[in-house]
Structures are given as structure tokens and as C-alpha cells.
């Protein structure tokens, strides 16, 4: 993780952590984890591939056509962030203007001109029912399938299901098979083909507590799941902690995030077994299993709130965004795709200057040819087109060069970007990043998360009273 175990050092770049918003490590009291890709990572091919073929399983249960079956998942066709337009059946990616850049209509692209027509010739609203946004892992072989079903049911010959009908069959199925238990009895019987066991989480999590903070495990998982999950992280991992329950002060299991913010649902106590025992509790206990509970509650109980907790997830939504607009809880995103997106964009550090090369010179001629153009106006207005013909002559002869090269330089920029996003997914781009703007996700990373990161073990390379500073925010004036 260090990039000099011998010596203190910062983490290499794509396991650091980065900063939104200031936040001192030694002032958080207590510290708490989600578990699926949080503390719980999985092999994501075969994760994926599972929740496909389940989905395909509940679908044909469902009654739609034996066909489906030949279907497959391709774990490259989409990312995170993107935003589903039910009505329609495309797959968008929006930036943070809420301009719309990439779309799929099934799984075909859509021209420029077709992506003009649709969304950019009246004001949308990105928002529910009408459009659903990817803001997890767990979503994307539901936005890859959903693709294909609207691509298979434009050809088929059969009864005709609608584009929205189809994202609400799709994600019920997906989400009836994370509930179900029929995603999770194949992951759990079979947990090292599923589940990536971190050497660092362990050590990670100790060092935490050894600087006195507390620790708690807040998941939509229910006990079972979540005791044979980390149990194969953490049992057995270091001599101090006779099982996994001994790394957290509090363990709350099926906490219906985002609800748990936002709602009143009272804690349930659990024994060993995951068995409720006891319901509302009076109390919490040192290592105590609990389900359900909300924010307030939790607060009252532990005596600790505010900005005293620092709470870690992967979900943009249920555990950033609505933790961070409910309360002032402090905030961490994992992001797995950062340790990817950052190691591509070192290896093309060349290309990318050419691009800011390119587009700064862009803005030049754009600015020179506007200036032409409003002289050439002036002067056919003033009727000194025939008075002053050579000088009108030679300028616009010089504006026509000018228009020439900022096209040349235009398709340049164009080619160039192609390749770069190339790199990245061929279908979507960066994950941060929409063309030259950043993402939709990219914004809301920024807006809600305090920090982020690729894992949570990258929090071994950084001392218990670490300082978090944010660039500063410089506005357009402010740049260079």
C-alpha cells in the first residue's frame, strides 16, 4: 500500500484518498463501514455474471419468452453514473450541467443528431419515474440486460412489452434475487469465487481502533449473509480479535439504508443466531448485534453525532447522499474504478496534453473568429464593403483561414478524445468525466462525499490524526 514500507509516505496515487471537503481524522470519534463493496469485495465478473443469469431465471418464471435465454452478460458494456430513460429505452450519460453526451438506445448508439432531437430541444428533468439513475455496482447487469430486452422485444414477433415495463420487471427480479437468497446461498457456498479477500482490511481496521475510535457495521444485509461474509474476511486474521463481531462496537445488520436516515424504524436486538430477542431496545451493548434502527436513534444511543461520525459506503445515494442531507454526518465513497481510471490516465499523460493543447487553441480562434466576423458585420452595415473592398477582401479571406483551422482543429480534439475514452470504456468514456466536463456522478461525488477512494484499506496509508485538506475551489476568473 505505502510506496516506501520503510519510511512514512503517502500511498501511490490510485490508493489515496481524496478530499471534497476538509476533514480531521483525529476529531471523528467513531467510524462506520458498509459491507458490500465496502468492506466486502467482490470478484466482479462472477458476481455479475450470477445476478444475469438469476434475473434471466426470474424473468422466464415471469412468462417472457424462452428466447431470452441466449442473452448474455458483457461486463464492458456499462459503467457507473449513467441514467436510464424508461420511456424511451436508452441509457444516457449526463454531466454535471445535466447535459446529455453518450446515449444507447438498446445497444445501439445514438447519432449526434438523434441525441440532439430527443434531449435537447425542450428543458428535462433527470429525475423520477420517468428516469432512474446507476449509482451502484450491484446495477449493472440490470442496465446491461434491460438493454438487451429492449433490443429483443423491438424484433421479436411475439406479444410486445414496453420500454418502462421493462426496467420495472428487470429490477424487481434483481432485487428479488438479493432478497430472495437465491444470489446470495450460490456467493456464500462458494465465497473465494465471489468474494476478494483484502490482506490489509484486518490491520486496517485495527489501526483505526488502536487510536481509540470506535467502530460500527451498518448494512442492508441481513445477520446470516453478513456473518459468513465477515467471517471469511476477518476470522482468524489477527490474534486480538477472537472473531469478526470483536472489530466493531456496534453491528447493525438490514438497516433499510436509505430509510435508516430518514426514518423512525425502531433497533431490534439480535442473539448470536441473528434471532430477534428484543423489540424496541432499551439499550445498546458493547459488540451488540442489531437490525433495523434509524439515525436518531443510533445517535442517542452511542453519544456520539454530527460530526463526530464518519460513515463509509459505496452507494452515491443510500449511503452518501441521503446520510449527508439528513444529517451532518461525515462522508467516504469507494469508488473501485478509481484505481483503474487513475493508472489509464498516467499511461496517457501525452495524449491528454495534446487535448488541453488543442483546446486551448480551439477557444483562441473560436474568440479570433467571432471578432472577425462582428468587423465583417460592421462594415457591410456601414456599406464599406464597396468603399473599402481590399481590406474587406483580405478579411474575410483571413476569417475563412481562421473558420478552416478551427474545424481542423475541432475534428482533432474529436479524434483525440475517441481515443483517449477508448482507453477508458469503449461505450462510455471515464466514469468522472462526460467529454471535458465532469460527470453527473462526478459532481455528486464531489457535493456529498467528504473523501473518497478506491478501497477502504487505502485508509492504512494515512496517520490516526491525519488533516484531509481540499484543493482549494477556484472559479473561472481564478484559473490560469
Known amino acids: 500500500m505505502l510506496a516506501n514500507p520503510e519510511s512514512p509516505s503517502l500511498p501511490n496515487r490510485p490508493n489515496q484518498v481524496f478530499v471534497s471537503r476538509n476533514l480531521r481524522l483525529d476529531q471523528i470519534s467513531i467510524i462506520g463501514f458498509d459491507m458490500d463493496y465496502t468492506l466486502a469485495r467482490y470478484h466482479r465478473k462472477h458476481l455479475e455474471t450470477l445476478a444475469h443469469r438469476i434475473t434471466l431465471d426470474k424473468l422466464l418464471k415471469r412468462g417472457y419468452p424462452d428466447a431470452i435465454k441466449s442473452i448474455k452478460y458483457d461486463p464492458d458494456f456499462v459503467i457507473r453514473g449513467l441514467t436510464v430513460d424508461k420511456q424511451l429505452g436508452n441509457i444516457l450519460k449526463l454531466d454535471r450541467h445535466s447535459h446529455v453526451g453518450h446515449v444507447f438506445h438498446g445497444r445501439r448508439k445514438l447519432t449526434n443528431e438523434e441525441r440532439r432531437k430527443v434531449y435537447r430541444s425542450e428543458k428535462i428533468h433527470f429525475e423520477p419515474p420517468r428516469f432512474a439513475t446507476v449509482d451502484t455496482l450491484f446495477s449493472l447487469p440490470e442496465m446491461c440486460l434491460y438493454a438487451d430486452l429492449v433490443d429483443f422485444f423491438e424484433q421479436y414477433d411475439g406479444p410486445k412489452i414496453d420500454n418502462w415495463q421493462l426496467f420495472v420487471d428487470t429490477r424487481e427480479c434483481i432485487d428479488e434475487a438479493h432478497k430472495d437468497n437465491s444470489l446470495k446461498s450460490i456467493v456464500t457456498a462458494d465465497l473465494p469465487h465471489y468474494v476478494e479477500k483484502e490482506p490489509m482490511l484486518a490491520k486496517t481496521l485495527h489501526k483505526l481502533r488502536s487510536s481509540g475510535k470506535k467502530l460500527f457495521l451498518l448494512t442492508n444485509s441481513y445477520y446470516k449473509y453478513t456473518?459468513?461474509?465477515?467471517?471469511?474476511?476477518?476470522?482468524?486474521?489477527?490474534?486480538?480479535?477472537?472473531?469478526?463481531?470483536?472489530?466493531?462496537?456496534?453491528?447493525?445488520?438490514?438497516?433499510?439504508?436509505?430509510?435508516?436516515?430518514?426514518?423512525?424504524?425502531?433497533?431490534?436486538?439480535?442473539?448470536?443466531?441473528?434471532?430477534?430477542?428484543?423489540?424496541?431496545?432499551?439499550?445498546?451493548?458493547?459488540?451488540?448485534?442489531?437490525?433495523?434502527?434509524?439515525?436518531?436513534?443510533?445517535?442517542?444511543?452511542?453519544?456520539?453525532?454530527?460530526?463526530?461520525?464518519?460513515?463509509?459506503?459505496?452507494?452515491?445515494?443510500?449511503?452518501?447522499?441521503?446520510?449527508?442531507?439528513?444529517?451532518?454526518?461525515?462522508?467516504?465513497?469507494?469508488?473501485?474504478?478509481?484505481?483503474?481510471?487513475?493508472?489509464?490516465?498516467?499511461?496517457?499523460?501525452?495524449?491528454?496534453?495534446?487535448?488541453?493543447?488543442?483546446?486551448?487553441?480551439?477557444?483562441?480562434?473560436?474568440a479570433l473568429a467571432n471578432l472577425q466576423r462582428q468587423e465583417l458585420s460592421s462594415m457591410e452595415k456601414a456599406e464599406e464593403k464597396t468603399q473599402e473592398t481590399s481590406v474587406y477582401s483580405r478579411l474575410k479571406k483571413d476569417r475563412d483561414r481562421i473558420k478552416?483551422?478551427?474545424?481542423?482543429?475541432?475534428?482533432?480534439?474529436?479524434?483525440?478524445?475517441?481515443?483517449?475514452?477508448?482507453?477508458?470504456?469503449?461505450?462510455?468514456?471515464?466514469?468522472?468525466?462526460?467529454?471535458?466536463?465532469?460527470?453527473?456522478?462526478?459532481?455528486?461525488?464531489?457535493?456529498?462525499a467528504c473523501l473518497y477512494t478506491s478501497r477502504v484499506t487505502n485508509f492504512f496509508g494515512y496517520s490516526n490524526y491525519q488533516y484531509f485538506r481540499g484543493a482549494p475551489e477556484l472559479l473561472p476568473h481564478e484559473q490560469t
Open 227 to 366: 456473518d459468513k461474509l465477515m467471517s471469511y474476511l476477518l476470522n482468524d486474521e489477527l490474534s486480538e480479535y477472537p472473531a469478526w463481531q470483536a472489530y466493531f462496537d456496534v453491528v447493525i445488520v438490514g438497516a433499510s439504508k436509505p430509510g435508516f436516515f430518514t426514518k423512525n424504524e425502531p433497533f431490534a436486538k439480535l442473539d448470536e443466531d441473528g434471532t430477534i430477542i428484543e423489540r424496541p431496545i432499551k439499550k445498546f451493548e458493547r459488540s451488540g448485534l442489531y437490525q433495523g434502527g434509524n439515525r436518531k436513534s443510533f445517535e442517542k444511543f452511542v453519544r456520539y453525532s454530527g460530526e463526530e461520525i464518519l460513515y463509509v459506503g459505496d452507494h452515491i445515494y443510500g449511503d452518501i447522499l441521503r446520510s449527508k442531507k439528513a444529517s451532518l454526518w461525515r462522508t467516504a465513497l469507494v469508488v473501485e474504478e478509481l484505481e483503474d481510471e487513475i493508472t489509464i490516465i498516467s499511461e496517457n499523460t501525452d495524449l491528454i496534453s495534446k487535448i488541453n493543447l488543442l483546446e486551448k487553441e480551439r477557444r483562441e480562434l473560436d
Open 404 to 448: 478552416r483551422q478551427l474545424r481542423q482543429v475541432s475534428k482533432r480534439i474529436n479524434t483525440l478524445e475517441t481515443q483517449l475514452e477508448q482507453q477508458f470504456n469503449k461505450n462510455w468514456g471515464l466514469v468522472f468525466k462526460e467529454g471535458q466536463e465532469t460527470s453527473r456522478f462526478g459532481k455528486q461525488v464531489n457535493d456529498y
